[in-house]
């Protein structure tokens, strides 16, 4: 067993932390890093999904870093071109060296007197840091949300999770069933249809679609006539803006909102199209958060017959395909359970100080980022109505602000305290989809004023987080921890 000490570890080398590597590069010149990665691959998500069409849900030039312009055509782009942006930053920083894969993080201790995290892999390396940055994004990786099905194991045919997806899958010709109506669903079925016989997105539930093209051309524009660095921060501020205002107008008029949205949806489609059906949701918009296609690609699979929708819930998979509630069937050669993911807290490491195990759902979060009673430790958790980098950006930025201010101020660690008699909220209040609900329970909590709310809120985050005074703000620094804060796990 090898013991090794850096002043940061990383956990995570997909998209927030190699941006975090960069910024640490940047900021705390002189420190040292080094980035576990559970995988054999760098890119987190952009790496894992491998089903047709995967895509970004958001625009490349807020989901890119704030540090590099997306010089692609496409601002909705494919996973490869993600995933060879990230590589490309990698290179560009001399991050590859400092990234050791095959080390999936399983445990973190405190240790107090030392001002250290030990940290155990999987395989039972050991290393010691000052600062623990969690950006092990916030899904499993191993485990998505698969839920059993009334006889599946009848079914002729191939059932997948995209997350699980065979790429010697044979589709063409084939009949599709997609069970689900989120953004997977909705990449999926304008995907495989160019090839598939005919595929069906069966949906519990609509979802709120937005189309927009896949190209920006005013930033296409402007990167011919202006240095790339202006054009991309003139692009991402507009569409920040653009994002800001629609999820403020949402929230502010919901019924105007969702009647505005439905009347877009009306005019991609046929005037017979049963949209009240299929797109008309029972809830108002950003209350979950909307699918984007690019280029009207779903509609057009739906308008040109290769495509179609069906709103229903299951009765029993059959042997050649769906029975539903209502009384119909669905013929399927191929069933795809785009089911969703599942949620994880820290990456499921196991945390604890000086040995007595953390229970984050007993505490409050700062800022979003850390949590009270634990010293030394950042997570990466981005906004549900905007684009993850954002705040990844935000945060990383942050954790090198402590890293430098005790370096400066000669401690060694940082603890958030928490007032007395905050009133607790849950984790997230202003969002509501499956994916979260199922796992309320076990994510820390947010309390009833700044520092301690999730906000949400990206603007308000850019203009306070890079500013606000470090000492006494909620923030300890080099002071014992205040213990009592800190309930074992039952």
């Known amino acids: 067993m090898t013991d090794n000490y850096t002043d940061l570890i990383i956990v995570g080398a997909g998209l927030s932390g190699i941006g975090a590597a960069v910024h640490f590069t940047k900021k705390c010149p002189g420190k040292t890093y080094r980035i576990l990665e559970a995988r054999d691959a760098m890119g987190g998500t952009w790496d894992l999904f491998q089903y047709p ?6 625009d490349m030039h807020t989901l890119g870093y704030k540090f590099k312009p997306w010089r692609a055509e496409k601002a909705v782009a494919d996973g490869p071109s993600i995933l060879s942006y990230i590589h490309e930053t990698a290179r560009e920083h001399n991050i590859d060296d400092k990234i050791q894969y095959a080390s999936k993080v399983v445990s973190a201790d405190w240790n107090s007197e030392a001002a250290e995290w030990t940290v155990t892999t999987e395989s039972g390396e050991v290393w010691r ?7 092990a994004g916030y899904y499993s990786y191993t485990d998505p949300h698969n839920p059993d099905i009334p006889g599946e194991a009848s079914f002729n045919g191939p059932v997948i999770h995209p997350q699980l997806w065979d790429k010697a899958l044979d589709y063409a010709g084939k009949k599709v069933v997609i069970i689900g109506s989120g953004a997977t669903a909705m990449t999926l079925l304008p995907a495989m249809a160019k090839t598939a016989g005919h595929v069906t997105m069966l949906q519990r539930t609509p979802t709120y679609v937005i189309s927009r093209p896949a190209k920006d051309g005013l930033n296409n524009f402007l990167m011919k006539i202006l240095p790339d660095q202006w054009a991309y921060k003139f692009t991402r501020w507009k569409n920040i803006t653009f994002q800001s205002l629609l999820f403020k107008e949402a929230r502010r008029k919901p019924e105007k909102a969702k009647e505005r949205l439905t009347k877009m949806t ?6 017979d199209y049963p949209v009240d059906v299929h797109f008309n949701p029972p809830y108002y918009p950003w209350e979950q958060r909307l699918c984007l296609v690019p280029d009207s690609d779903l509609y057009q699979s739906l308008k040109d017959g290769t495509g179609s929708i069906v709103t229903d819930h299951i009765d029993t998979i059959t042997e050649t395909g769906i029975k539903l509630k209502s009384g119909d069937t669905l013929e399927a050669d191929i069933i795809i359970k785009a089911t969703g993911i599942t949620i994880n807290v820290m990456g499921d490491v196991e945390f604890s100080l000086g040995g007595k195990a953390v229970h984050f759902p007993d505490l409050f979060n700062y800022e979003t980022m850390m949590f009270e009673g634990v010293p030394n430790m950042a997570s990466v958790f981005g906004y549900v109505n905007a684009s993850w980098t954002l705040r990844a950006d935000l945060i990383a930025e942050f954790m090198c602000r402590l890293v430098s201010h005790m370096e400066e101020t000669g401690t060694r660690s940082v603890t958030p305290v928490a007032p007395e008699g905050m009133t607790a909220q849950p984790w997230i209040t202003i969002f509501n989809p499956g994916y979260i609900n199922r796992v309320l329970d076990k994510m820390p909590k947010q309390g009833d004023r700044e520092p301690w709310l999730n906000l949400q809120d990206y603007k308000r985050d850019r203009r306070v987080l890079p500013t606000k005074p470090l000492e ?13 804060k800190i309930q074992a796990a039952e």
Do not use: T, Y
């Open 53 to 58: 069409g995967i895509r970004s849900d958001s």
């Open 129 to 135: 840091c000052n600062f623990l940055f969690m950006c």
């Open 266 to 271: 009306r005019k991609e489609l046929p005037d």
């Open 472 to 484: 006494g703000d909620g923030l300890v620094f080099g002071r014992p921890i205040a213990k009592e």
